[in-house]
Nanobody, 117 residues
């Protein structure tokens, strides 16, 4: 249902863009966003966007990350600028989708982001 891509190894200050595409018999996307989990920590919300365009960002990424979307492609992106080593984590896409089976929560596979100092 969710296909994520775009992770990699970058240096401090670099930019990276993650993509998450929803596929299948989707009636609507209620919320779509990104979570991350660094080793030894709990998974945290990075950013999400509702069907109405309302965005939420973790305090640690405000001003550096944005979550643009392409409604025609059922895709959201995570544009990450001014990356820091603290941003190193596995990033996972999440979506609350309305499908033929009702409203369900879906997770995509994680994509690893490593920021070297």
């Amino acid at each position: 249902q969710l296909q994520a891509s775009g992770g990699g190894l970058v240096q401090t200050g670099d930019s990276l863009r993650l993509s998450c595409a929803a596929s299948g018999s989707i009636f609507s996307i209620n919320v779509m966003g990104w979570y991350r989990q660094a080793p030894g920590t709990q998974r945290e919300l990075v950013a999400d966007i509702t069907s109405g365009g309302t965005t939420t960002y973790a305090d640690s990424v405000k001003g550096r990350f944005t979550i643009p979307r392409d409604n025609a492609k059922n895709t959201v992106y995570l544009q990450m600028n001014s990356l820091k080593p603290a941003d190193t984590a596995v990033y996972s896409c999440n979506a609350l989708l309305r499908t033929a089976f009702g409203i369900r929560n879906y997770w995509g596979q994680g994509t690893e982001v490593t920021v070297s100092s």
